[in-house]
């Protein structure tokens, strides 16, 4: 049975070669497929005052059957 582990530590170059290589493509698919994979669906996206933005989504919410249950106020507001 074929082991990395066992592998990269038996071949010093290749350890050297492959694990710098797996990284590099690893963060480059990350990078790429950050703008697609968001753990978040992105419905709109509008400017203006924060307090009013928030006023005006509750609303929204509520005028489609969605109760608001709570709500976060951050202390540097």
Do not use: C, H, W
């Amino acid at each position: 049975m074929f082991n990395v582990k066992n592998a990269l530590r038996s071949s010093s170059t290749l350890g050297k070669v492959l694990m710098p290589a797996i990284v590099m493509a690893s963060v480059s698919i990350y990078a790429r497929a950050q703008d697609q994979l968001r753990p978040f669906e992105l419905a709109y996206t509008t400017s203006g005052n924060m307090a009013d933005v928030a006023a005006q989504i509750k609303q929204k919410l509520a005028a489609n059957g969605f109760e608001v249950v709570g709500s976060y106020a951050p202390l540097y507001q």
